[in-house]
């Protein structure tokens, strides 16, 4: 991806729906000189979403939207991105589906994180069902967002060994600590810095 605004950080927006570590660790990237991206947004589809402090902390617009009628919040939610010039969204622990009509608006700058090896292990659960199936390895990936879900073009993945004793939530919380370094280097990787 070219970087279209000269040498301007690229406007982002980051989606949540919960606790934000990942955007949090996407704002202090941000923040680096080296960083391709500013993150100029915050969208919530949660209002009680813990991420949401990160708006007050960091002094960063938030937006918190109801998905119920998805059409209708994707059409706020398109005019909110322009209103703020956005040019690229990074989905970060965010808990609802966009619409194929919403990804083309933003075709290839859509990035997600996700919590496993994919192409293997999309959806929720994840590691429960890595477990269970008495895997080696997990991890976790950034993509590009398609219109089918967990399935677009892979960007970078992590690999994370499995321990013996690992439960669901240790599990997670090491997968976690590799996502925060993995999003700022995917983002790097994309704008080829
Ligand atoms: C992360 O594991 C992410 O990969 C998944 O949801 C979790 C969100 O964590 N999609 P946080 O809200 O960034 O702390």
Do not use: W
């Given at each position: 991806?070219?970087?279209s605004?000269?040498?301007?950080?690229?406007?982002?927006?980051?989606?949540?729906?919960?606790?934000?570590?990942?955007?949090?660790?996407?704002?202090?990237?941000?923040?680096?000189?080296?960083?391709?991206?500013?993150?100029?947004?915050?969208?919530?589809?949660?209002?009680?979403?813990?991420?949401?402090?990160?708006?007050k902390?960091?002094?960063?617009?938030?937006?918190?939207?109801?998905f119920?009628?998805?059409?209708?919040?994707?059409?706020k939610?398109?005019?909110?991105?322009k209103?703020?010039?956005?040019?690229?969204?990074?989905?970060?622990?965010?808990?609802?589906?966009?619409?194929k009509?919403?990804?083309?608006?933003?075709?290839?700058?859509?990035?997600?994180?996700h919590?496993s090896?994919?192409?293997?292990?999309?959806?929720?659960?994840?590691?429960?069902?890595?477990?269970?199936?008495?895997?080696?390895?997990?991890?976790?990936?950034?993509?590009?967002?398609?219109?089918?879900?967990?399935?677009?073009k892979?960007?970078?993945?992590?690999?994370v060994?499995?321990?013996k004793?690992?439960?669901?939530?240790?599990?997670?919380?090491?997968?976690?600590?590799?996502?925060?370094?993995?999003?700022?280097?995917?983002?790097?990787?994309?704008?080829n810095?």
């Amino acid at each position: 991806m070219a970087l279209s605004t000269g040498f301007d950080k690229i406007k982002t927006a980051v989606f949540i729906s919960g606790k934000g570590s990942n955007l949090k660790s996407l704002i202090k990237f941000s923040k680096n000189k080296r960083s391709p991206i500013s993150i100029d947004l915050i969208i919530s589809s949660n209002s009680k979403a813990l991420g949401l402090n990160y708006s007050k902390n960091f002094n960063i617009k938030k937006k918190i939207l109801n998905f119920n009628n998805k059409r209708l919040v994707e059409n706020k939610l398109l005019l909110e991105l322009k209103k703020n010039n956005i040019e690229m969204i990074c989905l970060a622990g965010f808990m609802k589906i966009l619409s194929k009509r919403f990804i083309k608006n933003f075709k290839n700058k859509i990035l997600n994180i996700h919590p496993s090896l994919l192409p293997k292990y999309k959806g929720l659960n994840t590691h429960q069902r890595v477990l269970n199936n008495n895997e080696k390895f997990s991890g976790c990936t950034v993509h590009f967002v398609s219109a089918k879900l967990d399935s677009g073009k892979i960007i970078l993945q992590k690999k994370v060994k499995i321990k013996k004793n690992d439960t669901k939530k240790t599990l997670a919380k090491r997968i976690l600590v590799q996502e925060h370094k993995l999003y700022p280097k995917a983002i790097l990787k994309v704008f080829n810095f």
